[in-house]
């Protein structure tokens, strides 16, 4: 089945649902104006997705069949509205699901009408390709572009992919860097506009020594007085490539299980992403303001800013044992410094989705003449001024120690359209 989206006009269901999707709203085209939670829908049709064993070879219909009792059963216990029915149906009927190489494309025609359509194969689609929108009615912006399903409709959505909680940071602009009366700044903070063009999903927590363990078998450094056992305490002593390796193994992890799409892949965050799902929002030092105390992070210093002193614990805690910023996100200021996936350069990436993970060439070089990987949000051991939103500092892509872990990100890379 096609579904024709006006380029220009709002007066359908479907034309109105497009230029909402603009915004990122994914689960907006299958809702209706009595079915209007996009929250609730999209993680109703995850479930589905799931429970009727979207990825399988079995046919379309057999995965209808299995919408339909879904939706009866999740009606009769009160789960779901009835006026949702229809809607979810719509998208469900004509989607990807029982057939193993389909994708939804987007064609934009001569008069500037969005055919959006179900194909067998990429190789089929004479427009846009979009490997992860499941249906054809949420594929398409009136513009002709991809849009996901597996975005997230509002930020600090959730998400749970290979064992790791994640949080939604939608697509948007912010001021990275720290203006120049923030207190205790350092000079490579200068600030630069940047604007994230993709939502991402950012890990709710940092790294664990137990997910590490799950998914590569093994710690890939020493444990130490600092740095003490526990599944729940941040992974540690771990180097740039060893953080890579992991995400790459959840990636796969991902694919494999059927909940990862294929132009999704877990991540480093770049510095961006980084101080972006940080901030949280927030315009100030930290995500909790202008001042920061070691009972809202685990830092052993001074605090920042204020009169104010906490305890001074000297050591990692377990991930989530402070308060989380504002979309859900844990520990981004203290517990562990938290490797980024730029190469470190003197004056921020600024501009349009920055990412220096390649750019090599544009590394700033330490004194000796090597060059570093970023690391951010400070440590136990810091004071509150290394855990700003904005504090930055550079370590050696080879090198370990025992106050250096990191956390992932799920992102839809830009070549992927």
């Given amino acids: 089945m096609d579904v024709r989206v006006g380029a220009n006009c709002c007066r359908s269901t479907i034309a109105a649902a497009a230029l909402l999707l603009s915004a990122g709203l994914a689960g907006a085209a299958c809702t209706s104006r009595r079915c209007s939670d996009t929250q609730a829908v999209a993680r109703f049709r995850s479930s589905l997705a799931a429970e009727c064993n979207c990825t399988s070879t079995a046919s379309p219909k057999r995965y209808v ?15 779901l509205s009835p006026a949702c029915r229809k809607p979810i149906l719509r998208c469900e009927a004509d989607s990807t699901c029982g057939l193993p190489n389909a994708v939804a494309c987007c064609r934009l025609s001569g008069t500037g009408h969005v055919k959006a359509r179900i194909v067998k194969s990429a190789a089929d689609c004479r427009g846009t390709a979009c490997p992860s929108a499941r249906s054809a009615s949420a594929a398409c912006t009136s513009e002709g572009e991809c849009l996901s399903d ?7 959505d959730s998400r749970t992919v290979a064992g790791i909680e994640l949080a939604w940071c939608p697509a948007g602009s912010f001021m990275m860097g720290s203006p120049d009366d923030e207190p205790e700044r350092r000079a490579d903070e200068r600030q630069v506009n940047v604007t994230l063009t993709r939502g991402f999903w950012m890990a709710k927590y940092e790294t664990t020594q137990g997910d590490f363990k799950r998914v590569m078998g093994a710690l890939p450094g020493d444990l130490t007085a600092e740095l003490p056992e526990g599944d729940r305490n941040p992974v540690g002593n771990v180097n740039f490539t060893e953080a890579e ?21 877990f991540r480093l965050p770049t510095e961006a992403h980084w101080e972006y799902a940080a901030r949280a929002g927030t315009t100030t030092a930290t995500a909790f303001g202008n001042s920061l105390t070691s009972y809202q992070a685990n830092f052993a210093g001074r605090s920042y800013d204020t009169a104010e002193q906490g305890p001074s614990l000297g050591h990692a805690v377990a991930v989530g044992s402070y308060p989380p910023n504002a979309w859900g996100i844990y520990d981004m200021h203290g517990n562990t410094y938290e490797w980024c996936r730029d190469w470190y350069r003197q004056a921020l990436p600024g501009g349009t989705d920055p990412d220096l993970h390649d750019a090599i060439d544009a590394a700033t070089p330490n004194p000796d003449g090597s060059l570093s990987r970023v690391r951010r949000g400070g440590g136990w051991g810091d004071d509150g001024c290394a855990c700003r939103s904005a504090s930055r500092l550079r370590f050696e892509p080879d090198r370990r120690y025992d106050h250096i872990g990191f956390r992932v990100a799920v992102v839809r890379p830009q070549h992927s359209r």
């Fill in 245 to 265: 390796s992991y995400a790459a193994a959840l990636t796969r992890l991902g694919h494999d299980a059927g909940e990862l799409p294929v132009d999704w892949e």
């Fill in 65 to 79: 069949r299995c919408v339909k009792w879904r939706i009866k059963a999740a009606m009769k216990a009160g789960d």
């Fill in 150 to 156: 597996y975005d997230g409709t509002r930020a600090g």
